[in-house]
């Protein structure tokens, strides 16, 4: 799978792939994390309300936030 990580040294490739440069990325990177931590909480369902508690179903495969950034960019 794709990740930043193995994109982090390849700055030709992540520049085609999302048209920012690694500084460019790394920059945005703190804003995504806080936008992201807001929608969470916002979205997240009241715990009564569920029949399942979280965590249930398949784990996530994008655990990384800057893998999460990465996505939504390409």
């Not at 995504?32 to 569920?50: G, L, N, P």
């Amino acid at each position: 799978m794709l990740s930043y990580q193995s994109l982090r040294n390849k700055p030709r490739m992540l520049q085609s792939l999302t048209g920012m440069s690694p500084s460019e990325f790394e920059k945005l990177l703190p804003s995504f994390e806080q936008a992201w931590q807001a929608y969470v909480v916002k979205h997240r369902i009241e715990e009564k309300s569920r029949h399942r508690r979280y965590g249930g179903g398949r784990p996530r495969q994008l655990k990384a936030d800057c893998d999460r950034l990465l996505f939504i960019l390409v």
